[in-house]
Structures are given as C-alpha cells and as structure tokens.
C-alpha cells in the first residue's frame, strides 16, 4: 500500500534537487522562522543591556527548541516525499544522504 505525501510536486527532481512545500506549510515555517528572529534580536539586545545570564541562557533554550520543531516539519516532510520518491526510483543513496543529515540535525 502506498501513502501519498502531501506535497503536491515532486519534492526532489532528478535535475537540481528542490523543495516543494505547500503553501500552507512553507508559511508555517516562514511564520515561525520569523519568531525565531524575532527571539535571536530579543537575545542581542538582553545581551547588550547586561540581562542577568540565567534569563538569557533559557531565551537561547527557546530559540534552539523553536529552530528543532522547524528542522522536525522539514524532516517529516522530506521523509514523506523526497526520500519515499527517490527510493521509488531506485536511488538508495538517499538513506546515506539522510543518515549525514540526522547525525548532523541531532548534534
């Protein structure tokens, strides 16, 4: 039985690989990614006026937590089309590529 991703192209086309997130979840991802900018210059700027360590340590413990559940949306989107759609297609090369990227998301 085969599961459909719910992307609506290929994910990864054999010339120059691509991602192809739908609308709805590239803007969560870009909404998101924007909070975590937000946080990265709210962290500068407690830096710059002297904000007691603790309270800085767990802005940075926010950011990293917000910048995991972004990487954990592309993962799982990734695994459900580009790397279901490269297997398909014989490329099982894919499982290396992930394996490097996993051990590096997991640093």
Do not use: F
């Amino acid at each position: 039985m085969m599961v459909e991703p719910p992307y609506e192209e290929k994910c990864c086309p054999a010339e120059g690989r691509k991602s192809h997130h739908p609308p709805k979840i590239k803007n969560n991802l870009i909404s998101r990614l924007n909070r975590v900018e937000g946080q990265i210059r709210g962290v500068k700027k407690m830096i710059e006026n002297d904000t007691y360590c603790d309270d800085v340590l767990n802005q940075i413990a926010a950011i990293q937590s917000a910048l995991n559940s972004v990487g954990k949306i592309l993962l799982e989107g990734h695994l459900r089309s580009c790397v279901v759609e490269r297997l398909q297609e014989g490329d099982i090369e894919v499982i290396d590529e992930l394996l490097i990227t996993v051990k590096k998301l997991m640093k």
